[in-house]
């Protein structure tokens, strides 16, 4: 359990927030590079950890973002033409670029010396993997954008889902780190077989294990922590372990243990205290879906089961559209999707969880884990120090989940040193 101290520290992410504080020393990403694709297109309100903002592609082909109200008058400039390499607000007709020069001031007469002294906040942007990365912090410490593990190239195969969810941060990244539910929460998707390691096709996930109650290591790492779900396999019980390594890479990412076709991972971006911008992501692998085959594996396709602001059709006010009658023919959670199940345990508990009544057991040491972990790391940001990961020096490129049945006397964490050769299953 957490005291109201600590869960503060925890999932208070606007303002001056120390956690705020702390996800603006990282590279934060603030939307799919799918949302800003059309030269001169639909301005994007952009909204992350409390504040509004506005993306927007030029003429050109260039990307901007800057705070969404204009610095004339505040008018919001989501709503701006963006035309002729910029963005023009409707209310007086002043013009900014991606830079946030002022290029235009219809309202000004010709030749005001106004135009030269006003300049918008103009926010770095990169894209890679899919997403649209800015940097929100203080513009002297900004870091070299580094690549994360998800896309460690530029062409790195990534198909994504997106839902903006009305829950907390902390309690998604906890369900995402949580090996031990997925046994029963998706036990309808992810099926025990007598397969060598995880698989998958477009209609399940298999693993080799019939086992529900994992025994879970953990070890803290430099850019957070990683840990193993340790659970006797189908075939070689008494000699081997089925093995499900996740990794977290603070604040804003875990790896999620691949398949035979492809990896997963999982991006969770905080909009405000009270929802979150959660990502599902299928990546690096012989046979990744495409973007649309990953939305319908996952039934979250847009104008189906999102809206067009990715909000999930799937809410508290029409229970989630379970199916109690798929319920009673096998299927455990009458819900289909596996986002979706998630879904519904994240909201059902209320936007912002109060973490001091609630009664953890074995299997929720990793969620013990990232509790201390982010915590200790807030606290520390709260008292002027740096935030965790940003003096790393594993690169992201290097970490990697994994999973697979390994002799018993294989040490996990051998598997995931990025200082080692992984050993092989045997």
Known sequence: MLTDEENDLL???TGDAPMARLMRQHWTPVCLMEEVAEPDGKPLRVEVLGESYVAFRDSKGRLGMLDELCPH???????????DCGLRCLYHGWKMDVDGNVVAMSSEPEGSPLMDKVKARAYPVKEWGGFVWAWLGDRDAMPEFQPPAFAPE????????????????????????DSAHSSSLHSSDMKPARVEGASADDKSWYRPSTDKSPRMQTETTSYGFHYAAIRKPIKKAATHNYLRITEFVAPYY????????????????PINDDETAFHFIAWGGPNVPSTEEWRQFAHAVPG???????????????????????MKAGDFTGVKGIPNQDLVMWVSMGSRVQRSTDILGASDLAIVEFRRLMVDAARKVAEGGTAIGTDSETSQARIASREGVYPKEVDWRSLVDPSSEPQAAE
Request: overall charge neutral; glycine content about 2%; charged content about 30%.
């Open 11 to 13: 999932t208070r992410v």
């Open 73 to 83: 008058r505040k008018a919001s400039l989501v709503y701006g033409r963006n035309e």
């Open 154 to 177: 530029e062409d790195t195969p990534v198909s994504i889902l997106k839902m903006r969810v009305p829950a907390n941060w902390a309690q998604i990244h906890e369900g995402q780190i």
């Open 254 to 269: 875990s790896l999620i243990p691949p398949n035979n076709n492809y990896k997963v991972a999982s991006v969770i971006v």
């Open 304 to 326: 189906t089961d999102v809206d067009d602001l990715w909000r999930p059709v799937r809410t508290r006010e029409n229970d989630f559209l379970q199916d109690r009658e798929a």
